[in-house]
């Protein structure tokens, strides 16, 4: 019927949106917003001091900057986590107010998250010379750049 047909769409169209709910902030994490959010900050780290030539000194501000910032999201991050994984697990189950407490959760989390990156990148560009920053920035660019042209050729290809 009519009614099936529009139940069945605005369905579709939610189990859509969860989809790419669950993959925006899967993105939001990897992404590194600000440049100093993600998974390995020891990776961040060894990147860094081989691009800006960091002074023993700086290498370890930054890495207690690092170390800190991951501690504090620790929870954020594990609760995103099952929070992506309630929302992938639901199949048919689909329940909307469920889904609307669920969401609004991540972009709590989500904002936390990105709040606390930009305050790190703010810390650790202070710890930086005015080269060092402005060659940070140069890289961050690239980064985006480069994941720009990614993104971009997905979308041509209609992924």
């Not at 099936?4 to 917003?33: C, D, E, R, Y």
């Amino acid at each position: 019927t009519m009614m099936n047909k529009t139940l069945k769409k605005v369905l579709l169209g939610a189990g859509f949106t969860a989809a790419s709910l669950v993959a925006l902030t899967s993105a939001s994490w990897s992404m590194n917003h600000v440049g100093l959010m993600g998974p390995d900050p020891e990776r961040l780290l060894e990147h860094m001091a081989d691009h800006l030539d960091l002074t023993s000194e700086q290498r370890e501000k930054v890495a207690d900057l690092l170390q800190a910032t991951k501690e504090t999201t620790a929870a954020d991050r594990q609760r995103l986590k099952k929070l992506r994984m309630a929302l992938r697990d639901q199949g048919a189950d689909f329940d909307i107010v469920q889904t609307r407490e669920v969401a609004d959760e991540v972009g709590q989390i989500t904002a936390s998250l990105v709040f606390e990156a930009a305050r790190t990148h703010s810390s650790v560009q202070a710890v930086l010379t005015p080269e060092q920053r402005d060659e940070m920035l140069r890289m961050m660019d690239k980064r985006a750049e480069r994941r720009g042209k990614w993104h971009r050729s997905r979308d041509a290809d209609g992924l």
